[in-house]
Nanobody, 117 residues
Framework: VQLQASGGGLVQAGGSLRLSCAASGNIARARNSAMAWYRQAPGEQREFVARRNSDGWTIYADSVKGRFTISGDNAKNTVYLQMNSLKPEDTAVYYC??????????WGQGTQVTVSS
């Protein structure tokens, strides 16, 4: 499975961005897996942001709950992360991942999100 993330950029605090992550390659494996977003700020460990299971069930990190929404478009093999009310502490490289029920996750290349105060 290959993942291509896009949609990052520079935005002022309080603004919005929508990230996209398109899957290719073993699409069947991707569709039967959860898809998730993680982020990594400079000098920090990669942290969980949101996850969407193949049945549509979602879960969010407490730090983004109520502000971020993960969704998917199966026809386009794409998962989205709508980010509203952005804060400077949301600044990070955002990575999408396909998380199979067995085996290691597949990672995308990351997209930079910078929120200015």
């Amino acid at each position: 499975v290959q993942l291509q993330a896009s949609g990052g950029g520079l935005v002022q605090a309080g603004g919005s961005l929508r990230l996209s992550c398109a899957a290719s390659g073993n699409i069947a494996r991707a569709r039967n897996s959860a898809m998730a977003w993680y982020r990594q700020a400079p000098g920090e460990q990669r942290e969980f942001v949101a996850r969407r299971n193949s049945d549509g069930w979602t879960i969010y990190a407490d730090s983004v709950k109520g502000r971020f929404t993960i969704s998917g478009d199966n026809a386009k093999n794409t998962v989205y992360l709508q980010m509203n009310s952005l804060k400077p502490e949301d600044t990070a490289v955002y990575y999408c991942a396909v998380v199979p029920s067995t085996g290691p996750p597949y990672w995308g290349q990351g997209t930079q999100v910078t929120v200015s105060s």
